[in-house]
């Protein structure tokens, strides 16, 4: 074969391939045998490798890369990623669409599609003159992890758009959202080939495919079985008026879209639907927690447009939790990483929303009084969110006649000491900070993902560290090199494995102070507490000898927050152990701050309320803080300006009272826009 036939050859196997693809993991029509696509397959990679000239990215033989990721990059939407209120009932839709028609003119004829609502992984697939060239997660909304190499390994999503196809449509450059998912069939599958081998399960599917697209490894995400339905297209200038052709367009450029959407022409209509699709949920092949609606004429949603980070022309309409009953065997106590001890229910097996149940939260000793909840009663579970079970009610009916009430533990079930309960809290809690289940959860936490984030140093091996006497502490954890010789010695471990540890613990001193702040596990701050400290504090001394007042002048930073940093560093033990963080190079500094001119906003104090259209609360905050201004959670005679969005309630009144001056949104937008300029 000469080198231009080879070349024809395997443009027509790539096209003969594609199309094949579209059969077998869009439409489950297949026309061919596995054997002799097979065949197809291996004439493509043995025609590649011998012309390597002519191997293109959209090629079959290239969705599966051979390059770990370790990082995955950002990735900027073009078009916010935007997140959907919630409905729970058939009151909450017809709010739904008064709303839609109160901003719309008057008799305007409003049709809705509803679809299912996937319980899976939103997923952002960008396409460029027909090719597939970026992926990203939803992330923050504007901006989502960079996961391309995964998902170019699912089948069902197409590499490239055919001309044909773009021609006929007027496309070119386009965005596809859709949703991640793996059927529960596939899923039950894998988990008792799991089980088979001795490996642990997986919890339920959603969470399975959320975790294989963050896989730095393609080649383990090629073996596994995601499929993707896609639910809306976008771009600039689409020649479509409405999201039903959105719809038929993604089917027509190969795209898989589910086929069970409805359009409906009222909200009764659609409430209809969706006691429909409620009642299909038990039947379809994977899993749905709700339906989708959406208003159908694009004029009409950009009409409606959005607020905060949800859309106004679309809603979700949450099913009830599956539930499910059996046997509560045993309550168990455990330690939390604060010395919170939570009881846990220990639970006869059995299989509830895509998993086997074994165990539920029983959330605190209160929970338990007033529920009545005792061992060997029969319980009504649910999986909260569909994610977490928990115990919903007791069938009282069927207690043992010789059940006892359940007591509280007395001591810590781990460590021995008295246990005790904060008079404004439900929860009981060891007081001994040396209590080794709190050491290990504090260690877990330090070095999670999304604090320190040491690759490799997980729970397992921190139980591990612990028992052999080689963590005590955070510090401990950056002293582990000492032991080198000692840690190559343990079972499981080699000299690569301890030097890939030693390495991601050296790598992890370059996190930023907000990571570090997280990382310390101060009772109440979060990551994005952990965040706003450290943007207004210049560094931990500062942060350290800050007054619980000054800590409260945070934007969105209360008093129990406050209250918990100021009796955490007011511990001696405490200090002593970020000096010695200090002292291996963790960084407890935010930087120099860029000098900021003279504008409208520095040095003054703002105080944000109610919804607000161009951009959210937190974005609001942020571009005051970015020109030298101050926000604050509460109105007071220091306060400067209130800025009140939408349905502004007790703050605007306060403002009043006080003769606070009081800007609109527009007012603020247009303040923003002179000092950026200035």
Known sequence: MTEGQSRNRIDELKELIHYHDHRYYVLADPVIADFEYDQLIKELEKLEAAFPQFVTPDSPTQRVGRDLTKDFGSIKHQFPMLSLA???????????????????????????????????????????????????????????EDVTANIRTIKSIPLVVTQKALTALHLHSFEVRGEIFMETGDFEKLNADRLSRGEKTFANPRNFSAGTIKLQDPSIVATRPLKIFTYYLLGHNLPFSSHEENLKALGTM??????????????????????????????LPYEIDGAVIKVNKLEQQRELGSIAKSPRWATAFKFKAKQASTVLEKITWQVGRTGAITPVAELRPVFLAGSTISRATLHNFDEIVRKDIREGDTV??????????????????????????????????VCGEPASQDPEEAALYCQNASCPEQIKGKLVHFASRGA????????????????????????????????????????????????????????????????????????????????????????????????????MAVHEIGESISKSIRSFFDDQKNRELIQQLKTFGLNFTRGERAVIKENFFLGKTFVLTGSMQALSRDDAAAKIAGLGGKTSSSVSKKTDYVIAGENAGSKLKKAQELNVRVLSEEEFINYLEESAGE
């Open 86 to 144: 919630n409905t729970y009932d058939e009151s909450e839709l017809s709010d739904f669409d008064r709303r839609v028609k109160d901003i719309l003119s008057p008799n305007e004829d409003v049709q809705y599609i509803v679809e299912f609502k996937i319980d899976g992984v939103s997923i952002s697939l960008r396409y460029e003159n027909g090719a597939l060239v970026t992926a990203a997660t939803r992330g923050d909304g504007e901006t989502g």
């Open 380 to 413: 009504l579970i649910e999986k909260g969110g569909d994610v977490i079970p928990k115990v919903v009610a007791v069938v009282l009916e069927a207690r043992p006649v010789d059940s006892g009430k359940t007591l509280p533990p007395e001591r810590c079930p």
């Open 452 to 551: 320190m984030d040491i690759e490799g140093l997980g729970e397992s091996l921190v139980d591990q560290f612990v028992e052999k006497g080689f963590l005590k502490t955070f510090s401990d954890i950056y002293a582990l090199k000492e032991h080198h010789d000692e840690l190559i010695q343990l079972d499981r471990f080699g000299r690569k494995s301890i030097d890939n540890l030693l390495t991601a613990i050296e790598e992890s001193k370059k996190q930023p102070f907000a990571k570090v702040l997280f990382a310390l596990g101060i009772r109440y701050v979060g990551a994005g507490a952990a965040k706003k400290l450290a943007e207004h504090f210049a560094d931990m001394d500062e942060l350290m000898n800050a007054r619980e007042e000054e800590i």
């Open 254 to 283: 190969g795209f898989r879209v589910n086929p069970l959407s409805r359009k409906c022409v009222s909200i009764e209509e659609v409430i209809a639907v969706c006691k429909e699709f409620e009642a299909m949920r038990e039947t």
